[in-house]
């Protein structure tokens, strides 16, 4: 194409955008809302996974060891869980660390003496899962080695916990998925009655010989503009009230883990702006396809 | 110019609106299409700028088989026919001047030619005051002019009209035939499909009468007189 014609089809899109004022407002409108629906959905799911994750991390084994273990052969068990499938990190607590900490926690200073000098806690692994439906395998690993004399881990809870981690997981994909679905179906609905309800302009184009092409840029880029519009104006929304929520989360509910990860948020957003422009423009020329053929 | 040969239209819902029509047109001929409403006269001309396709036998405009065309090909063989309509068909959110401008910047004319094409033609059609107006500003005389400004101003070497006085009073109508008059006497084919008795027997050319989707008279030389 010309320069003159990209120029005229360029300049006619914006007028067209102008002179078709109130349904280019309400097509942007659409696309805002529908994007930041998407947007927070999207962020809600990676909060959910974000806080199972978190829930199933912080489920440990505890590895009581045998009392007549050498530090050598404690390092060599170390090792050797280590090395097992599943296993992220493994750290010691060795029994003085043990009664230390016991000690403070009680607020005592003499809780060796007042015990008699015979320290009662054995030395301890704490071993933590890549992810905690392997822990209950690592555990029985764990139990048949030699040196070992109990394993602890939250038998029982573990298994509420993975049912409800999961349920979380699911009902963040469901929303997403059900926001992606009605968002998709809310632009392209709207574009197309936009398209459609100029048909007759279409109509005219043809009759004066304008090539498909020539009638088909204009509505592209006007579709393209208005996913453009609408999704920057979501991004503002979005990124503005997510922002502003996940700062109170932190300084009100600490416990709450929150997905506050900056280059992740930015990547949502930006994939929003993907979103929006790409549905415009595509929806637009689906429509005015219809109306092409000759 | 313009050859059928045994055309016949059904449209997709079973009606026959022309059946096995033969008709040659000469270049710089000035034809008048008449006939009742519902006899084939606007299948005729839609045919013509390939709106709608003969079911059976050949459309050739200058050669042009329309029949056998490729949808691809359409867009250039009509830029070389200006179609002139009873409601206008103008872009409602687009000015005179663009309205006009349109048709040459979709065959890719430069914007200076364009501005000097479409401000000659505006003023030839005496809309040259009103090329910022938009068509609802207008007065249904006017926009059809601004329709024939349209229709002329690649220079089609062939003209079709559906009752373009259709929706004028008979002064406005008149101010109309004689621009098409005029554009026919600089050389452009008119046809035009019309129900206006008073402006065919004035007008003294050659007249096609249709019905039901049959020639059934051709008179040249204004010697109609039929009422119809």
Not at chain 1, 5 to 15: F, G, P, R, T
Not at chain 1, 82 to 99: C, H, P, R, W
Not at chain 2, 92 to 114: L, R, S, Y
Not at chain 2, 193 to 204: C, E
Request: proline share 2%; hydrophobic share 50%.
């Amino acid at each position: 194409m010309a320069f003159d014609s990209a120029k005229y089809v360029l300049i006619q899109a914006l007028l067209s955008l102008k002179r078709n004022i109130w349904l280019s407002i309400a097509s942007i409108m659409t696309v805002m809302i529908s994007l930041t629906l998407l947007g927070c959905s999207v962020l809600f799911l990676a909060n959910t996974s974000h806080i199972a994750k978190t829930f199933e991390s912080q489920v440990e084994i505890a590895v009581f060891l045998n009392e007549r273990l050498e530090s050598a052969q404690i390092t060599e068990l170390q090792n050797k869980i280590e090395k097992l499938d599943g296993v992220s990190v493994v750290t010691l607590t060795t029994k003085d660390q043990a009664i230390l900490d016991f000690q403070e926690s009680m607020g005592s200073k003499s809780l060796l003496e007042d015990l008699g000098g015979v320290n009662p806690f054995p030395n301890k692994f704490t071993i933590t899962a890549k992810d905690a439906r392997m822990v209950e395998t690592i555990a029985s690993q764990v139990t048949g080695m030699a040196g070992v004399d109990k394993v602890r881990f939250g038998q029982g809870m573990l298994e509420k916990l993975i049912v409800f981690t999961n349920w979380l997981r699911w009902i963040g994909i469901g929303v997403v998925a059900a926001f992606s679905f009605a968002s998709i179906l809310l632009i392209t609905l709207n574009i197309k009655t936009n398209v459609n309800s100029r048909e007759k302009e279409i109509h005219i184009m043809r009759l004066v010989g304008a090539s498909n092409g020539f009638i088909r840029w204009p509505f592209f880029l006007e579709g393209l503009m208005i996913g453009l519009i609408g999704a920057v104006m979501a991004i503002i929304v979005v990124g503005t009230a997510y922002t502003w929520l996940m700062q109170y989360i932190i300084n009100t509910l600490a416990f709450m883990p929150v997905v506050a990860d900056q280059g992740f948020i930015m990547l949502v957003l930006f994939i929003m702006l993907l979103c929006g422009m790409s549905m415009g423009a595509l929806a637009s020329a689906f429509s005015v396809r219809k109306f092409l053929r000759v | 110019m313009i050859k059928l040969r045994n055309v016949s239209k059904i449209y997709p819902n079973g009606a026959r609106a022309l059946s096995n029509i033969s008709l040659e047109i000469a270049k710089g001929e000035f034809v008048f299409l008449v006939g009742q409403s519902g006899a084939g006269k606007s299948t005729l001309i839609k045919l013509l700028y390939r709106e709608e396709i003969a079911t059976r036998g050949q459309v050739f405009i200058d050669n042009i088989n329309l029949v056998r065309l490729k949808p691809h090909q359409v867009p250039k063989v009509r830029r070389n026919i200006g179609v002139i309509f009873q409601d206008f068909k103008l872009l409602p959110t687009k000015t005179v001047f663009e309205n006009v401008a349109f048709a040459q910047h979709v065959i890719g004319k430069n914007k200076h030619e364009i501005k000097a094409n479409t401000e000659n033609i505006l003023e030839l059609v005496g809309l040259g005051k009103k090329k910022d107006s938009f068509p609802s500003e207008l007065s249904g005389g006017e926009q059809q002019r601004v329709c024939v400004a349209r229709a002329l101003v690649n220079h089609p070497s062939l003209l079709v009209a559906d009752e373009p006085t259709g929706n004028l009073d008979i002064e406005t109508a008149w101010g109309i035939m004689e621009l098409l008059n005029q554009i026919n006497r600089l050389g452009t084919t008119v046809v035009m499909a019309t129900h206006a008795l008073q402006i065919v027997q004035q007008m003294n050319k050659r007249v096609v009468r249709v019905e039901e989707g049959k020639i059934a008279e051709d008179t040249s030389g204004g010697a109609y007189r039929f009422g119809f």
